[in-house]
């Protein structure tokens, strides 16, 4: 597609259910994120692909958080046990393989999680 | 651990005004880009600047990184209504691992 898209656009869940956000890049972009966003505030970094590299996951904030990525494709975020501070959106974003400071993200439109 | 602190968080003017939203730290970034986003959206690249000093200019919107790279600033001239929205700088680490971390925001309502 033109564009990265995720999904779903929006998840209610029950608290201590789990959760699974799809995010499908760019075709041809080798690296991918994940973000949190709370309301009205910045982009909270949470995981990291870059290829065939053991990804970065230095953002994630607990064990209940884990995310996978097929190739150069589909990467799913997965949120166990779900508590109502996971409640926020999730960006995922692409950008094109080279040197990453001078390439700008491309972002999807997000998964608005709301734990109830 | 690099941050990044933008200024002000939340700005109200009117149709016409100028404005300046700030980022700063006290670490060096090899690049530094600062998105618009809108509600029920994602962020969307402005621009990209990479060299201390630089000054980047996008119809009303003036972007400069300071000499050292450690702050940026973004100035909007004769501000509208459709410049209304939530500015976000971001920034690649000296060690350029390709993780962009972000600053907090600003919230721009521009009223008519």
């Known amino acids: 597609g033109a564009g990265v898209s995720q999904s779903p656009s929006n998840k209610v869940t029950e608290k201590g259910k789990d959760v699974e956000l799809r995010c499908d890049p760019i075709?041809?972009?080798?690296?991918l994120y994940w973000y949190r966003q709370r309301l009205g505030q910045g982009l909270e970094f949470l995981i990291y692909?870059?290829?065939?590299?053991?990804?970065?996951k230095s953002g994630l904030p607990s064990d209940r958080f884990s995310a996978e990525r097929t190739g150069e494709s589909v990467s799913t975020l997965t949120i166990q046990r779900t508590q109502q501070e996971d409640s926020a959106v999730y960006l995922c974003?692409?950008?094109?393989?080279?040197?990453?400071?001078?390439?700008?993200?491309?972002f999807g439109s997000g998964t608005r999680l709301t734990v109830v | 651990t690099q941050l990044l602190e933008q200024s002000p968080q939340f700005l109200s003017i009117q149709e016409g005004e100028n404005l300046t939203v700030y980022c700063n730290s006290s670490?060096?970034?090899?690049?530094l880009q600062w998105y618009r986003q809108e509600p029920g959206e994602g962020p969307v690249l402005l621009v990209t600047?990479?060299?201390?000093?630089e000054v980047k200019k996008l119809k009303r919107l003036t972007f400069q990184f300071g000499d050292a790279r450690k702050d940026s600033s973004l100035h909007i001239t004769a501000a509208q209504p459709g410049d209304t929205g939530l500015y976000l700088c971001?920034?690649?680490?000296?060690?350029?691992?390709?993780?962009?971390?972000f600053g907090q925001g600003t919230t721009l309502q521009v009223k008519p």
């Open positions: 974003a692409s950008r094109p393989p080279g040197t990453g400071g001078r390439y700008g993200y491309t």
């Open positions: 075709s041809g972009h080798t690296a």
């Open positions: 692909f870059q290829g065939n590299s053991a990804p970065d």
């Open positions: 670490s060096v970034f090899s690049s």
């Open positions: 600047v990479v060299t201390g000093g």
């Open positions: 971001a920034g690649h680490g000296s060690s350029n691992t390709g993780k962009l971390i």
